[in-house]
């Protein structure tokens, strides 16, 4: 790991804008939404993992909060990647206890964060190494006569990606990129992958279009939290270029 932790700081110095002070420094900053299912199993090893199938539409009643963005600085061959998403879900339910009513308000924050960085090895082909941060939430407010309790609880772990990337402008107006990566790390394996189609309705305007993939396959300490997810969906964005 600190091998790895090591190339990661040297690829992104050399990725830094101030790297090649000659050369323009061209950035875009894209807002998306990612409209993702869950496909895997989830669980703890002591009491028993279940396999969780659910599509974005089962999931979208529950989302109180959504944003995402991604942040790329280019400038001659080195680029600079910084991706950021947060999902906010909510439920709430009735229970019955000892012969009473329980009102529980059930929330979980789950985040993304990546950053890293790139060489472009050819005018169509980019190489990159990235890490990636997850962070996961939970809280539960339980209320009955009796009053409220709440329960919070957190996990986290992070990995180290490599990966490439290959673009290409179709016509005047149409862009098709294609994105790969696998990493470990907190996972025992993780990968990404994405597929996206943009428009440019203007040098700086771009709406795009993709499909992305995003598998985890962690297995935490004690008490042994099992997380072996796949998430994929549709992603819909603005780009701005400037």
Request: glycine share 14%.
């Amino acid at each position: 790991m600190k091998k790895i932790a090591m190339a990661l700081a040297v690829l992104l110095a050399l990725a830094s804008p101030a790297a090649a002070a000659n050369d323009p420094v061209k950035c875009d900053l894209t807002l998306y939404g990612w409209l993702a299912g869950l496909d895997g199993t989830m669980g703890f090893a002591n009491a028993g993992s279940q396999e969780v199938t659910a599509t974005f539409q089962d999931l979208a009643e529950f989302v109180d909060f959504a944003m995402a963005g991604h942040f790329e600085a280019t400038t001659g061959k080195g680029i600079l990647i910084t991706d950021v998403s947060y999902t906010g879900l909510g439920a709430e339910r009735q229970a019955q206890v000892g012969g009473q009513t329980v009102d529980i308000d059930l929330d979980i924050n789950q985040w993304i964060v990546e950053f890293g960085g790139g060489y472009r090895a050819s005018k169509n082909f980019d190489l990159l190494l990235a890490g990636r941060l997850y962070v996961f939430d939970t809280g539960t407010t339980s209320t009955s006569i009796a009053g409220s309790t709440t329960e919070d609880s957190g996990l986290n772990w992070a990995d180290i990606y490599v990966g490439a990337r290959y673009h290409r402008m179709l016509g005047e107006k149409w862009l098709v990129a294609l994105r790969g990566d696998v990493g470990t790390g907190g996972s025992d394996f993780a990968w990404f992958g994405d597929l996206a189609l943009g428009y440019h309705f203007s040098p700086k305007v771009t709406a795009l279009a993709s499909w992305r993939m995003l598998g985890l396959d962690y297995q935490g300490d004690e008490p042994k939290f099992i997380y072996d997810i796949t998430q994929a969906g549709i992603g819909l964005g603005i780009g701005y270029s400037f």
